[in-house]
Structures are given as structure tokens and as C-alpha cells.
């Protein structure tokens, strides 16, 4: 995607993300078509993003209400998640939705995961997987949280 511009007076500029493999012949009429005001205040030295006022807009709500995950882990970023055993932990649509026909409860527990060859610039590219989130037992008690290991296996089981 390329950004073109134009001044607007009232402190605004005209944008447009330009999709690669549109004909470059087609760019006047694409302008006119595609192209929105973004006021010059959105654009602030630390960085920015072109994007319409309401994906703007979504955008600021959704960093104001979740938690960042530089604070979470304390901007110690390693290597993702890592769940010691994918193939118990990483489910493909099929098998989620056959867990929550079985046990409806398990959609409290089955969440959708991006890895990152499903990342793109620009895109994700969802590969219906998805993983089994359990907190952990430093997060949260559970019924097998504080016991040994015997103890824990057996109310597990």
C-alpha cells in the first residue's frame, strides 16, 4: 500500500492506502472515490496510522479499555506463547466446535490463535486454529491449585 495526499485548509489532509494491483490508471477516479480527511493532529510524531475516523476511533477505544501487552509482560518479549505440548493445546475449527457440542462450557476456554506466519502487514491470514486457555494457577485457584502431584492428578481425572 502506498499513502498519497493532498492539503485540505481546514489542517486536514486527504488520504488514500493504495491497494497493490489496482491499475495505476484507475488512480484519479480511486482518489475520488476512496480517498477521506484525516485531521494533521492524528498524525503525531511518536507515529501514526491511515485509517478512516471510525477505524481510528475503534481503534482508540480498544487501546484504552485492554491492557497492552508491553505492560503485561513487563516489556519482556521473548517468544510468544509457548504451550509446551501444541498438539494438546492447539485445536483445528473441526475439534473446537466438536468440544463445545460436547461441552458447551469449553467455549470459555477455547480462544482464537494468530501465530505469526498467519501475520501479515496489513493482514491476518486466520488459520482456524485455535488454543486451549487454562490460566494458570498463579493467575487463578483451581481445584487442583496448592495440592501435590498425586492430588492434583487425581481430582483432574
Same mark, same amino acid.
Given at each position: 500500500?502506498?499513502?498519497?495526499?493532498?492539503?485540505?485548509?481546514? @489542517?486536514?489532509?486527504?488520504?488514500?492506502? $493504495?491497494?497493490?494491483?489496482?491499475?495505476?490508471? +484507475?488512480?484519479? +477516479?480511486?482518489?475520488?472515490?476512496?480517498?477521506?480527511?484525516?485531521?494533521?493532529?492524528?498524525?503525531?510524531?511518536?507515529? $501514526? @496510522?491511515?485509517?478512516?475516523?471510525?477505524?481510528?476511533?475503534?481503534?482508540?477505544?480498544?487501546?484504552?479499555?485492554? !491492557?497492552?501487552?508491553?505492560?503485561?509482560?513487563?516489556?519482556?518479549?521473548?517468544?510468544?506463547?509457548? !504451550?509446551?505440548?501444541?498438539?494438546?493445546?492447539?485445536?483445528?475449527?473441526? !475439534?473446537?466446535?466438536?468440544?463445545?457440542?460436547? @461441552?458447551?462450557?469449553?467455549?470459555?476456554?477455547?480462544?482464537?490463535?494468530?501465530?505469526?506466519?498467519?501475520?501479515?502487514? $496489513?493482514?491476518?491470514?486466520?488459520?482456524?486454529?485455535?488454543?486451549?486457555?487454562? +490460566?494458570?494457577?498463579?493467575?487463578?485457584? @483451581?481445584? $487442583?491449585?496448592?495440592?501435590?502431584?498425586?492430588?492434583? +492428578?487425581?481430582?483432574?481425572?
Amino acid at each position: 500500500r502506498v499513502l498519497f495526499r493532498s492539503a485540505v485548509p481546514d @489542517h486536514s489532509v486527504r488520504v488514500l492506502s $493504495w491497494d497493490i494491483g489496482l491499475p495505476i490508471a +484507475e488512480f484519479p +477516479e480511486v482518489f475520488i472515490s476512496r480517498s477521506f480527511e484525516l485531521p494533521q493532529e492524528a498524525l503525531k510524531p511518536e507515529g $501514526w @496510522h491511515i485509517g478512516s475516523p471510525v477505524k481510528l476511533s475503534l481503534l482508540e477505544k480498544l487501546r484504552s479499555v485492554g !491492557t497492552p501487552l508491553s505492560q503485561f509482560v513487563n516489556n519482556r518479549f521473548y517468544r510468544g506463547i509457548i !504451550t509446551g505440548l501444541n498438539e494438546a493445546f492447539v485445536v483445528d475449527r473441526a !475439534t473446537r466446535d466438536r468440544l463445545i457440542a460436547e @461441552h458447551p462450557s469449553s467455549a470459555e476456554v477455547l480462544k482464537p490463535l494468530l501465530r505469526g506466519q498467519d501475520i501479515k502487514r $496489513w493482514q491476518i491470514n486466520f488459520s482456524e486454529l485455535y488454543l486451549i486457555k487454562i +490460566e494458570s494457577s498463579q493467575q487463578i485457584n @483451581h481445584p $487442583w491449585s496448592n495440592k501435590s502431584i498425586p492430588e492434583a +492428578e487425581s481430582i483432574c481425572q
